[in-house]
C-alpha cells in the first residue's frame, strides 16, 4: 500500500499557516480515518464481574442519598474508551443502577432510548408514560426516546438492574438533552398483557397502531418459556434466540439498539460469526464461556461482559447438565439504518 506524505514532510510555516485558518491537511490522516480492511476499533473486550462489582454498588447506597444521586449507578466503562467517556462501546452505554427499599427515582425524561434488564431484587417498578411495570429478575422494560421513566420500590430488598443506553451515540451526535417532570400518574392496562399470546394483537382496531411502542415489558418468564419451546422443538437448531420486538410492528424494540435472549443448550458451543455491531452479553441463568480474540472470560449469573465489532465469538455453555440463558444488546439495528451492517461468516 501507498505510503502517504506525513505532516513533519510539510514546511512548519505552511502547516501553522493551513491552522490558522482552520485547514488540514488529510493525506497525514487518510489511514487514520480510512484504515485498510477493518475499522480502528476502540472497544476492548471487557468483564464485569457482579460479585466485585455488587458490594460497591451497595456501598454506594451508603455513602450517596437518592437525593443526590438521582440515578445510583456505577457504569461499567470500557477502558479502550477511556473510562471517563462512560460507554462500553461506540453506542453502547451500560449502568448498574441501585435502589434502596423505599427510595424514589423521579420522573423525567430524555432523547437517548434506554432499557432495563433487571438483575436482583422484588418489588421496584419502573412509570413509562403512565404505564407501571413491576421488576423482577430476567425482565426487561423499555423507556424509549422521550417517554417518561421514574423508578420506585417498595419491596424490602435492595434492587439492582442493568442499564443500557444508546447515549454515547445521541451524545456524540450533540442530541442528548434531558427534562424533568413531575411524579405521574399510574394510568390502567399493560402493554404486556395485552400481548401474551404472539400473532395476536389486541383488538378493535382503534387501539391498535397509536402507540410508537405497544409493549413496555418482556417478562422474563415469557421469554424463558419461548426460548425452551424452540429447543424442545427443533432439537437440531444450533442458534436458539430471540429478539424483542415491537410486537405491532415486527421492527426491532427500539430504534438503535437491538435486544436478545439466548439460550445454549448443556454443554453446547456455538460460533456468532464476526459482524460489524459491538455487543455486550449479560447472563441470566447459568455460566458462559466468551472467546474473544485473545479474551476468554467465564461469565457466571449476573456478569457482564462487551466485545467489539467485526470479530467472530464463540460462546460455551459451561454447564453440562443445565442451559444457559443469555440477554444480548446490540448496535445491530443502528448499522442496518445506516447501511453499514456486515457480516463476515
Ligand atoms: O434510570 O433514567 O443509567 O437517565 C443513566 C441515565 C439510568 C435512568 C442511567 C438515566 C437512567
Not at 30 to 52: D, E, F, M
Not at 123 to 141: F, H, N, P, Q, W
Not at 168 to 183: C, F, Q, R, T, W
Not at 282 to 297: A, L, P, R, T, Y
Request: proline content about 8%; aromatic content about 8%.
Amino acid at each position: 500500500m501507498q505510503e502517504l506524505g506525513r505532516l513533519e514532510d510539510l514546511p512548519k510555516d505552511y502547516v501553522h499557516d493551513l491552522r490558522e485558518l482552520n485547514l488540514v491537511p488529510l493525506w497525514p490522516s487518510l489511514r487514520g480515518v480510512l484504515p485498510p480492511n477493518i475499522p480502528t476499533r476502540h472497544t476492548q473486550p471487557t468483564h464485569w464481574a457482579y460479585k466485585t462489582l455488587r458490594p460497591l454498588l451497595l456501598k454506594a447506597g451508603e455513602l450517596t442519598p437518592i437525593e443526590k444521586a438521582e440515578r445510583r449507578v456505577l457504569v461499567l466503562a470500557n477502558p479502550g474508551h477511556g473510562l471517563e467517556k462512560m460507554q462500553a462501546s461506540a453506542a453502547i452505554y451500560l449502568g448498574m443502577q441501585l435502589l434502596l427499599p423505599g427510595e424514589w427515582a423521579p420522573s423525567h425524561r430524555h432523547t437517548p432510548n434506554a432499557v432495563r434488564m433487571i438483575v436482583e431484587g422484588d418489588g421496584a417498578y419502573t412509570t413509562v408514560d403512565g404505564e407501571k411495570c413491576s421488576m423482577s429478575r430476567g425482565d426487561l422494560i423499555l423507556t424509549p426516546t422521550g417517554t417518561w421513566h421514574e423508578h420506585g420500590h417498595e419491596g424490602n430488598q435492595p434492587v439492582i438492574w442493568l442499564d443500557v443506553l444508546d447515549l454515547p451515540l445521541v451524545y456524540y451526535m450533540e442530541a442528548s438533552y434531558h427534562i424533568n417532570g413531575d411524579k405521574q400518574s399510574v394510568l390502567p392496562g399493560e402493554g404486556d398483557k395485552k400481548y401474551t399470546r404472539s400473532g395476536l394483537s389486541p383488538s378493535p382496531a382503534f387501539e391498535r397502531g397509536n402507540k410508537a411502542y405497544p409493549m413496555l415489558r418482556y417478562p422474563w418468564v415469557e421469554a424463558k418459556a419461548a426460548l425452551e419451546s424452540i429447543a424442545n422443538d427443533a432439537p437440531d437448531q444450533e442458534h436458539v434466540q430471540l429478539t424483542y420486538i415491537n410486537p405491532e410492528t415486527g421492527a426491532d424494540a427500539e430504534n438503535i439498539l437491538g435486544f436478545y435472549a439466548m439460550m445454549l443448550r448443556q454443554g453446547q458451543t456455538l460460533r456468532l460469526p464476526a459482524r460489524s455491531p459491538a455487543q455486550v452479553f449479560h447472563v441470566i441463568e447459568g455460566s458462559v464461556q466468551v472467546k474473544i480474540v485473545d479474551h476468554d472470560f467465564t461469565l457466571i449469573e449476573a456478569d457482564t461482559c462487551c466485545a467489539p465489532g467485526y470479530e467472530a465469538i464463540t460462546l460455551t455453555n459451561m454447564s453440562k447438565s443445565s442451559p444457559c440463558f443469555i440477554f444480548i444488546a446490540d448496535e445491530s439495528p443502528l448499522h442496518k439504518k445506516l447501511g453499514v451492517y456486515e457480516s463476515r461468516g
